[in-house]
């Protein structure tokens, strides 16, 4: 529960950082809960050595470098690819086994995509091909990892898959903020949803 309490204070701290500290005090405080749930699945790897989890923190990792990078406008590109390959790794962690696909919620999701690309693709301009490779990763990210839960059934799995859900939206936001209508409340609605989503992930990998 103390781990619990910590990371939602980091959170916070983050989210309050953002809107009421200086720009040096927010880039000091975001890596700190991602790098704190690095080092939790890592002290479960330590214990209990599994692929997934080594899985889950190889992309906890890139993700890491993904949220130093997008601190500086100019490596927008760098921390974008580092999320990509982040993704990659959890793409990874969920096809390990066997995936059960459920069509009405792959519709959707699928769907979901399409209009983020649909409405971001005249809007992304330069990086319109980056933006729609992104897209396309982490909506092969969430389907993976609820087609991995409908395969186990398992609470961990789904803490996953909603971890994934939540990252897809904080994404999604954050796209829709940079590239189509900036919004006041954006920046919170896209650090509370990605940090509640990478808990979610890791906790799936803490055995």
């Known amino acids: 529960m103390f781990k619990v309490i910590l990371y939602i204070i980091l959170l916070i701290a983050a989210i309050i950082a953002k809107y009421k500290f200086n720009n040096s005090g927010y880039k000091l405080v975001k890596p700190i809960p991602v790098l704190m749930l690095m080092l939790l699945v890592g002290s479960s790897y330590l214990t209990n050595p599994n692929t997934y989890s080594l899985t889950i923190l190889i992309g ?4 890491l470098g993904g949220d130093i990078l997008l601190l500086f406008p100019d490596y927008f590109k760098a ?3 580092s999320f990509l390959i982040g993704h990659f790794w959890y793409i990874g962690a969920f096809t390990a086994g066997v995936l059960v ?9 699928v769907l979901a995509a399409v209009f983020m690309m649909s409405q971001l693709w005249a809007s992304s ?13 982490i909506t092969t990210m969430g389907l993976t ?4 839960y409908n395969a186990v059934l398992s609470p961990l799995a789904q803490a996953a898959a909603w971890g994934a ?15 189509k209508t900036p919004f006041k409340s954006a920046e919170g609605i896209i650090l509370a949803t990605y ?13």
Do not use: E
Not at 60 to 63: A, D, E, K, S
Not at 125 to 137: A, E, F, N, Q, S
């Open 165 to 179: 859900t939540l990252f897809m939206i904080s994404d999604s936001t954050l796209a829709w903020n940079r590239f």
């Open 195 to 207: 940090y509640a989503g990478q808990y979610l992930i890791a906790v799936s990998a803490i055995i």
């Open 60 to 63: 906890l990792t890139f993700c």
């Open 125 to 137: 301009g330069k990086l319109r091909l980056p933006v729609m490779i992104y897209i396309l990763v």
């Open 79 to 81: 921390g974008l690819f």
């Open 101 to 109: 696909f459920s069509w009405p919620l792959t519709i959707l999701i």
């Open 145 to 148: 990892a609820w087609s991995h």
